[in-house]
């Protein structure tokens, strides 16, 4: 599945660094902590889950590995760039080169066709040397889904919209895949269906994070982490 190179060769350092990291949200006066010290390094080529309770700060993690979010104190490292010494629009472009998202809701445009879609991430950040309507055709055809390139996403069913948006994130040929409860939308044969994509583009040493509370999941996992109360917890 992998049909694009990832043009930057990795050095021997973790993908993603997390060291004593702490956030809390600020809400007015109110200061809602959730992580006080947290402590992650994700290593090439890991598919790692993150489990834990509603609430538990799973999808604040996410957030923060991904850029889409800044720490309130201390490092953030993906590929070996401290985040929080970066100016945004590096950040942005960091984020829509190296980091590819999935959602439980699948996030697609909705006016817009399947194809249209996937060609969204190379539109605003494209990666030198991707003829992007070459790859998203070549990408909706391994999907499965190449006759469906200019339905809506109103018309795919939700694992052909999930399909399309986990091509949508390959289309730069990203680092790494951050899958925040992608499968929680869709009957358990579907879920394994779209789990099963996740571990073809693992075997490919592509690194893969999914968020998941379904232990049948994270079992197909190399690694399982536990977020609890504000810190991570090592099986
Ligand atoms: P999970 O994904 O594990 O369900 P979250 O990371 O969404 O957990 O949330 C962790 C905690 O942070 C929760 O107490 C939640 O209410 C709070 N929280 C999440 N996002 C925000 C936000 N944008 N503003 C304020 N509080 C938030
Ligand atoms: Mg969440």
Redesign the pocket.
């Known amino acids: 599945m992998n049909i694009i190179k990832n043009s930057l060769i990795e050095d021997g350092f973790p993908i993603v660094e997390i060291s004593n990291v702490r956030k809390s949200?600020v809400?007015g006066s109110l200061e809602?902590p959730?992580f006080s010290n947290v402590n992650l390094k994700i290593e090439r080529g890991e598919l790692l889950a993150i489990m834990?309770l509603?609430?538990?700060?799973?999808?604040?993690l996410v957030n923060l590995i991904g850029c889409l979010d800044k720490s309130t104190e201390r490092h953030i490292l993906v590929r070996s760039c401290d985040l929080n010494r970066v100016s945004d629009q590096e950040l942005a472009r960091l984020r829509g080169l190296e980091i590819g998202f999935v959602f439980q809701t699948f996030n697609l445009v909705p006016r817009l066709t399947a194809l249209e879609n996937i060609l969204l991430p190379p539109f605003a950040n494209l990666r030198i040397n991707i003829d992007p309507k070459r790859s998203a055709r070549e990408l909706l055809k391994i999907m499965g889904l190449y006759n469906r390139m200019h339905h809506s996403p109103r018309e795919l069913s939700g694992g052909q919209s999930q399909r399309v948006s986990i091509a949508r994130t390959l289309v730069n040929d990203p680092a790494v895949l951050l899958a925040d409860e992608p499968t929680g939308n869709l009957d358990s044969r579907t879920g394994v269906e779209i789990l099963r994509i996740f571990m073809d583009l693992n075997n490919e040493e592509r690194t893969v994070v999914i968020i998941t509370h379904d232990p049948e999941i994270a079992k197909y996992a190399n690694r399982v982490v536990l977020?609890r109360d504000g810190i991570i917890q090592y099986n």
Request: hydrophobic share 30%; no cysteine; charged share 10%.
């Open positions: 949200y809400l809602i959730v834990g509603s609430g538990s700060g799973k999808s604040t977020v």
